[in-house]
């Protein structure tokens, strides 16, 4: 249920609002905008019904959300969420800024392997343009005997590098254990697809102040990957963008099937921004321009795309990433693209 109050509502008649609903046993989530204040609330609706909510002063409308997603869906917030990354990663790190026509440009290699390797790959996809630099030290691989990552000490590697060539980073993590360790160190959380539907892991990233890249699961719908990133918002993280990542499908020639209806899909449900990585998408380093270009033609508000210096010695999915030359010379196509669609990045 979404609560509008009054354009002239006073403070105290807010502050009466959320009381009156936390005194119903229901969790208020406030949302002051540019012109409007409203109020979700959050819970099982049917208890609300048959009470007056619309007579306490400073109320203007009361509106049931007909969708299982309230918080994350459009009618909750008409206009399109911004999310901020790397705000506090200290002096030389340029914050991110997606959504509302910011474009986010993810590159890094698929895993941190040391220093040296991800030092040359972050000066190339900084200087192309990348404005988010990405790297997992805890990988989700499917075989337990492929390099599960290096832990702690890649999470260090990966702060050091993208903070010096003035960067953010975001990094997977899959267990609710790592929170404490990755929020010391990255800028933005990254739940992979393999852990979309880890409900303990969004509640435990919804409580803290860090925003969080939401991947789609490679079975789950756009509603699913909506209900995920309302596990998120509900626990008070407002800041999820999320990311299409193709699905499984019958087609073998390409690693999953991009569903690029999913992000004008995703944008008509919901104020949440959207990007897309078509290097997990297809697989292949030949597809991944042109779906790169498709992705921000659709209204996404970036794209994440793996790059590496020696493919061939990559210890995790060299087989899809981009050489750093290929790599610019995407973003000299994206970076036409986006003035065109009267985006920045
Ligand atoms: C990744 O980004 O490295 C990754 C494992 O992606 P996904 O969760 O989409 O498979
Ligand atoms: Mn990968």
Not at 85 to 112: E, N, Q, Y
Not at 211 to 223: D, I
Not at 248 to 259: G, I, K
Not at 307 to 334: I, N, R, T, W
Request: glycine share 10%.
């Amino acid at each position: 249920m979404i609560i509008v109050l009054r354009p002239d509502s006073t403070e105290e008649q807010i502050d009466h609002v959320l009381e009156r609903i936390r005194e119903l046993g229901f969790k208020p989530h406030l949302s002051r905008g540019e012109h409007r204040t409203i109020v979700g609330v959050i819970g099982d609706e049917d208890r609300l019904r048959g009470q007056p909510l619309s007579a306490i002063p400073g109320v203007e409308q009361v509106l049931p959300i007909l969708k299982p997603f309230k918080l994350a869906s459009r009618e909750f917030k008409k206009t399109d969420s911004v999310v901020t990354v790397g705000a506090d990663a200290g002096p030389g790190v340029k914050p991110v800024r997606i959504g509302g026509g910011a474009l986010l440009m993810i590159a890094g290699p698929c895993a941190v392997e040391s220093f040296e390797v991800l030092d040359t790959i972050a000066g190339s996809v900084k200087a192309a343009g990348a404005n988010l630099l990405r790297g997992g030290a805890f990988k989700p691989r499917t075989s337990p005997y492929s390099f599960q990552g290096l832990g702690e000490s890649g999470l260090k590697i990966l702060r050091d590098v993208g903070h010096k060539h003035g960067m953010p980073v975001v990094t997977e993590i899959m267990d609710p254990r790592q929170v404490d360790v990755v929020f010391r160190h990255a800028d933005m959380f990254q739940v992979g697809a393999r852990n979309m539907q880890n409900f303990d892991l969004l509640k435990e990233v919804g409580q803290t102040k860090k925003p969080v890249l939401l991947k789609r699961g490679m079975s789950a719908t756009v509603k699913d990957l909506l209900m995920s990133a309302e596990y998120v918002l509900a626990e008070g993280n407002p800041d999820v963008v999320l990311c299409e990542r193709g699905v499984r499908s019958f087609e073998d020639s390409t690693r999953n099937m991009l569903d690029m209806s999913a992000v004008p899909n995703v944008k008509g449900q919901s104020h949440l921004p959207i990007i897309v990585d078509p290097s997990h998408a297809t697989g292949r380093p030949d597809l991944i321009p042109s779906m790169a270009r498709a992705s921000l033609a659709a209204g996404a508000d970036g794209v994440h795309v793996e790059v590496h210096s020696c493919p061939e010695k990559a210890l995790s999915d060299g087989p899809q990433a981009l050489l750093p030359p290929q790599y610019a010379a995407l973003m000299k196509d994206l970076r036409r693209l986006a003035e065109v669609l009267g985006k920045t990045f």
